[in-house]
């Protein structure tokens, strides 16, 4: 749903994206190597879904945080339930083999996952004031 500038939500997503893919390709392949991922040198029907689900999270993550507004107090308890969430959800990814972890575990995962909501959460921020300050929203 169009809730938020289709800047700022092609900047969220695209940024959710970059920051996966960037993982994905520095600590998910040799000499880290910590797990494997879409790892094939080449796209594959495989892949087009994992690589969508980032900035369709991103949004989602994005949109509730704004449609629900979230303010005070309740930021960093956003944060970590959606922090809870994405490692609940990347189990159940590890469970059906979309993540095969080496020496990975879902508590790092947790760890990656708070610092990019609070991340995405401050970027979001920034973006709007910055949409709103250009008289723009």
């Not at 169009?2 to 997503?13: T, Y």
């Not at 991922?37 to 369709?56: A, F």
């Not at 970590?80 to 990814?93: K, N, Y």
Request: aromatic share 16%; glycine share 6%.
């Amino acid at each position: 749903p169009q809730r938020l500038p289709r800047s700022v939500a092609a900047l969220i997503m695209t940024m959710c994206l970059a920051i996966a893919l960037g993982l994905d390709h520095s600590i998910g392949v040799p000499p880290i190597d910590l797990y494997d991922t879409n790892i094939e040198p080449w796209l594959t029907l495989t892949e087009i879904p994992t690589w969508g689900m980032y900035p369709i999270s991103g949004y989602l993550y994005i949109y509730l945080f704004d449609k629900l507004n979230v303010r005070g107090y309740f930021i960093p308890l956003y944060i970590l339930c959606w922090s809870i969430f994405g490692t609940l959800f990347e189990g159940l990814a590890k469970t059906f083999k979309v993540f095969v972890h080496k020496d990975w575990e879902l508590r790092y995962s947790f760890l990656v996952y708070l610092f990019t909501q609070i991340l995405t959460t401050i970027v979001f921020k920034i973006l709007m004031k910055t949409y709103r300050k250009n008289g723009e929203g």
